[in-house]
């Protein structure tokens, strides 16, 4: 897996139809965990002293102070120089000062994507494969009809793995636009069969959009399942690792 996501010190300048992801482990060795949790705002620092578990606790300072200085990397500037807004969804955005730039995390059991474009809308899922979440009754809770079926038609022994492929696939679709579950997961339908390449179908509230959106999975660590969905068709995605600090800094 590591030969597909390099370590990268300093992020590429961002290009159009092309998604920028980092993968990275939330479980931070000392320097790099001191150095990510020098960057976070007051607000971020009392928001993660609120979490009741230490674990949860570091997990969002680095994963806030990962996704700072990817940010600075991207914007040459400081990561503790910018403030967060947020939508009333609760979507992370900066002002009005960098219009055209796009990002995205997300975070699952110690791993976190983080995704960056310019000039369109992108969104990434990370989830932990837990077989006790992967049944029929949350398939047909959240899914469209049509997925429900082509989920109730696999052997039993695919199911999770392809419940998972769905379920990341239309995290990654509704987080791009910014509305979290508010939005509707059965107001669209994405493609997770097996042997079937990953794909937008069909969304009602947007005509065309399978044309339009471009949907794919990301390799991620074992036991886990990854996707990027990008308003672009044909996208290329740049897949990286941010370097991390060793040492106390």
């Known amino acids: 897996m590591n030969d597909s996501w390099p370590e990268t010190a300093t992020p590429p300048a961002l290009e159009t139809n092309v998604g920028d992801v980092w993968l990275s482990s939330l479980d931070l060795p000392p320097g790099a965990f001191e150095e990510c949790s020098s960057y ?8 993660a002293a609120r979490f009741r578990f230490e ?3 570091k997990h969002y300072a680095a994963s806030r102070g990962l996704l700072r200085k990817l940010l600075a990397g991207y914007l040459n500037t400081k990561p503790e120089n910018f403030a967060f807004s947020y ?3 609760g979507k992370p955005l900066l002002d009005h000062l960098y219009p055209e730039l796009s990002f995205n995390v997300s975070h699952s059991y110690g791993w976190a994507l983080f995704g960056f474009t310019m000039g369109t809308e992108l969104g990434v899922d990370i989830e932990k494969e837990r077989p006790d979440f ?6 047909e809770r ?3 009809p049509d997925e429900v079926d082509v989920l109730r038609s696999l052997p039993a022994d695919l199911r999770a793995s392809a419940f998972f492929h769905c379920w990341t696939r239309k995290e990654a679709f509704i987080k791009a636009h910014g509305m979290g579950l508010s939005m509707g997961l059965n107001k669209f339908a994405v493609a997770f069969a097996p042997d079937v390449p990953p794909a937008l179908l069909r969304f009602e509230l947007e005509p065309n959009a399978a044309k339009r959106w471009s949907i794919c999975d990301l390799e991620v660590p074992q036991g886990y399942k990854g ?3 990008m308003k672009a068709a044909p996208i290329h995605v740049r897949r990286m690792r941010p370097a991390i600090r060793r040492e106390s800094p």
């Open 40 to 47: 976070l705002s007051a607000d971020e620092k009392e928001r």
């Open 55 to 57: 674990e949860h606790r």
């Open 87 to 89: 939508n009333r969804y």
């Open 134 to 139: 992967a049944t029929m009754e949350i398939a």
């Open 142 to 144: 959240f899914f469209a």
């Open 227 to 229: 996707a990027l969905a």
